[in-house]
Structures are given as structure tokens and as C-alpha cells.
């Protein structure tokens, strides 16, 4: 069985959102809602689900 991610305690204090809003390359701003995505508890194959990414196990 596969060990359970863990993320820095450092990656919660950041602001994915607001850091989004203010991004214009579209690559970029995706990847930070799906950062904000994962940050609101969200699991990983749901986002990847959410935001049409493949996501292996």
C-alpha cells in the first residue's frame, strides 16, 4: 500500500486564489486553482477529475 501524501505546512499559508485572479497566463492560473483546489481538502482525483487531468495512483 502506497505511503498517504503530505504536503508542507508551508503550502496552506499561501493564497492560491487571490495569486490566480491576478495570473494571466491561462496554464498558469489552472494550475493555481487546482492548488487552491487541493488546498480546501479536496483529494487529488477529484481535482484531476475537476479539472481534466489525468491523475495516477
Not at 8 to 25: D, G, I, R, V
Not at 42 to 54: E, F, I, M, P
Amino acid at each position: 500500500m502506497p505511503r498517504p501524501r503530505s504536503l508542507p505546512k508551508s503550502f496552506y499559508n499561501e493564497n492560491f486564489k487571490s495569486l490566480a485572479k491576478k495570473q494571466t497566463h491561462h496554464r498558469v492560473k489552472i494550475r493555481l486553482m487546482a492548488m487552491h483546489h487541493i488546498q480546501q481538502g479536496h483529494t487529488y482525483a477529484n481535482t484531476a477529475k475537476t479539472y481534466l487531468y489525468h491523475f495516477q495512483k
